[in-house]
């Protein structure tokens, strides 16, 4: 894992919780650093969530509402201190008891440092982020955690990722001042804000057993670890493709047309 790099990271973190954990979740979420909190009409609530929340009350079966929610964070650049941040907010979720099924996804939206925002520069570097990895054959190393798939068919698919490359690949010799994008959202996207959005990542905290079996279990915690190694995994060779490197040039290469227009336009 790289422990210092000039890029930023934020996460959009899908979920469900019950109500009286729900506003500890929040709590947690806003000490962490929030951009905003919102519900989330996607996320449909399982029969053995819906069960979890049943309880007894003076012999009468009450229900507690499950709460579907989105977290959006702020970026923080990648060092060792915020790489241990970003572990600790996991933790703080999973102890908290956000739950998660396979209709919530875990997002990592990239960018560089000195990058801002929306800015035509930064949205180059997503695009050349996107091409890298299609060209290097890289994202397939993203596709699988521990043989669990990360991706989705409708909300992260390959197919959308490579439609967005053959976009770029028909569009970047136009001559505009604006780099033209696509809305599709693949596995990976150029995210509108001018993040690349790595959209694949799933699982992140199925059948939390604090809530289902109310005890922390040892190997559930070890794989929370092992998840944060993997989705920060993605950062040398994001690092790679904004360095130019590891990717042979060509004069046909999406990726290094962008580059040198990138170049040309000064950003």
């Known amino acids: 894992m790289m422990l210092m790099s000039n890029l930023d990271v934020g996460f959009e973190i899908e979920g469900m919780a019950l109500e009286s954990n729900y506003h500890y979740i929040k709590q947690k979420a806003k ?27 003076d012999e ?30 996991f933790e703080d979720l999973y102890y908290e008891g956000l739950v998660t099924n396979d209709t919530c996804a875990l997002h990592l939206h990239v960018k560089r440092v000195d990058e801002k925002l929306k800015s035509q520069s930064a949205l180059y570097t997503s695009a050349m982020m996107l091409a890298y ?11 699988t955690f521990e043989h ?15 439609d967005e490359y053959e976009y770029l690949k028909k569009t970047i010799d136009n001559d505009s001042k604006k780099l033209s994008t696509k809305r599709k959202r693949g596995l990976f996207h150029i995210h509108q804000t001018g993040t690349l959005e ?15 079996c109310n005890y922390d279990l ?20 994001l690092q790679n493709a904004c360095n130019g490197v590891g990717i042979e040039y060509s004069e046909e290469s999406v990726y290094w047309k962008i580059y040198q227009k990138k170049i040309q336009k000064g950003y």
């Open 148 to 162: 669990e798939k990360m991706s989705h068919g409708f909300w992260s698919d390959t197919e959308g990722m490579l």
């Open 31 to 57: 000490e962490f650093g929030i951009v905003f909190w919102t519900g989330d009409s996607s996320i449909v609530v399982d029969q053995e969530m819906w069960d979890v929340g049943i309880y007894e009350d």
């Open 60 to 89: 009468i079966y009450e229900h507690e509402e499950v709460i579907p929610f989105e977290i959006n964070t702020r970026c923080v650049t990648i060092t060792p201190r915020n790489i241990l941040k970003v572990y600790k907010f």
């Open 218 to 237: 040892k190997s559930y915690h070890a794989r929370l670890f092992r998840f944060m190694k993997f989705l920060f995994s993605i950062i040398p060779v």
């Open 133 to 143: 990895l299609v060209e290097t054959k890289k994202y397939e190393s993203f596709l």
């Open 198 to 212: 790595w959209r694949g990542p799933r699982g992140f905290l199925d059948a939390n057993p604090i809530v289902f």
